[in-house]
């Protein structure tokens, strides 16, 4: 894992080491009948190429749509079901209702990424314990159904870039590290709580029910990715350098 001067750098090695590690079968899906296509700004993929697999390449369970193939690299975000408000959502509604249907999807990210680095919620995975149990879930199944390549576990939400095997498809992934970690961090609540000094009602549910995921389209895409992840906990002043940050992969180039 790589910071400071070297990360760029580092980048691009990890996105020829990712791309010389893929298997035949993703290359051969982006390639002849299996193309993968851009139009109008959509990207869309030949739905024959994963034919005989149980990953779906487009799915929804009826709320947010998510694309799943082998040998994607995905940025995934899950968060605290408490990290989003009911007034954050209101307001961030009205925010998006005035502006254009194009910029809707992008818009909408951001304000998200925004209130959740504001730190609403009980705010349970900076207790060191929450967030090593979910560092270790991420650690579990590295290069066993993904490639573990980049993460940070911020005090209410998650980034995760992984790329996929063709193993298990990615809510699989998701779901499992979400059940782990909650029966876990359920558990210890009370004492987590006291241990932060504050007085947060366990819920039924710790983790929102959907997550975010968005592929890498190339070496540019995983740059500003990795950097993203590695200077959130930046962009939310809960540090002033991203290798302060104990619960990331860049911090571990410092141990």
């Not at 609403?120 to 579990?140: D, T, V, Y």
């Not at 992934?173 to 007085?199: M, P, Y």
């Not at 200077?231 to 991203?242: D, G, I, R």
């Not at 860049?250 to 141990?255: E, L, M, T």
């Amino acid at each position: 894992f790589c910071g400071g001067g070297e990360e760029k750098n580092c980048h691009a090695g990890a996105w020829r080491s990712v791309s010389a590690a893929r298997n035949n079968s993703f290359v051969h899906s982006f390639n002849g009948q299996g193309e993968l296509l851009n139009t109008t700004g959509m990207e869309r993929m030949n739905m024959q190429s994963f034919s005989g697999n149980e990953h779906s390449p487009w799915r929804s369970r009826g709320y947010m749509p998510h694309f799943d193939a082998p040998g994607l690299i995905q940025h995934i975000t899950f968060r605290l079901r408490d990290a989003l408000p009911e007034q954050a959502l209101t307001e961030m509604k009205r925010t998006i209702s005035r502006i254009q249907q194009s910029e809707k999807e992008t818009q909408q990210r951001l304000c998200i990424e925004k209130y959740l680095d504001a730190g609403h919620g009980s705010c349970i995975l900076s207790h060191p314990e929450a967030a090593r149990l979910i560092q270790n879930a991420l650690f579990h199944f590295d290069h066993v159904r993904y490639r573990l390549l980049a993460w940070v576990i911020m005090p209410n939400h998650v980034h995760v870039l992984i790329e996929q095997f063709d193993v298990c498809g990615l809510g699989k992934i998701v779901q499992s590290w979400k059940s782990f970690t909650a029966r876990r961090i359920n558990a210890q609540w009370e004492g987590l709580c006291s241990d932060l000094h504050i007085h947060a009602k366990r819920e039924q549910r710790l983790w929102h029910r959907e997550y975010w995921d968005r592929y890498i389209r190339d070496e540019r895409h995983l740059s500003s990715v990795i950097t993203y992840i590695h200077e959130n906990p930046v962009q939310a002043k809960l540090v002033q350098n991203s290798s302060d940050w104990q619960w990331s992969s860049i911090s571990k180039r410092f141990a």
